[in-house]
């Protein structure tokens, strides 16, 4: 079941995703219950939804296997606050981090990225 989410900024900004937890039972998800994928869109003019919704499509096909999934728009890009001309490969990174402090605050231990571009 997909939900949008935001995830706040080092800089009082938020970056907008869409969170998937696959329907599944605690018995059969194993250590999938504690990874989650982190599809990353490619730039300028990137979204979460990656090109031709490419990420839209995996997932699902994520979701099929039991594994969880958050695809989110960088800093001024997609529904995130921000500007995209001051996009940067560093706020690229800073964004990345609050990612990763967001998920591990929901108890994943691993955490695989895609990214496109």
């Keep these: 079941m997909s939900s949008k989410i935001e995830i706040l900024t080092g800089g009082g900004g938020t970056l907008c995703g869409l969170y998937n ?7 059969k998800a194993g250590r999938k219950a504690h ?3 982190v599809m990353a869109h490619g730039f300028p003019g990137g979204h979460k939804g990656g090109q031709g919704d ?3 499509e995996m997932q699902f096909l994520l979701a099929e296997h039991g594994l969880h999934s958050l695809r989110f728009d960088f800093r001024g890009c997609g529904e995130s606050t921000g500007f995209p001309e001051r996009f940067t490969l560093a706020s690229a990174q800073e964004d990345l981090k609050h990612v990763v402090l967001w998920a591990k605050g929901r108890g994943y231990k691993e955490i695989a990225y895609v990214g496109e571009g």
């Design 54 to 56: 490419l990420y839209g």
């Design 21 to 27: 937890r696959p329907v599944e039972s605690s018995a």
């Design 35 to 37: 990874t989650l994928v």
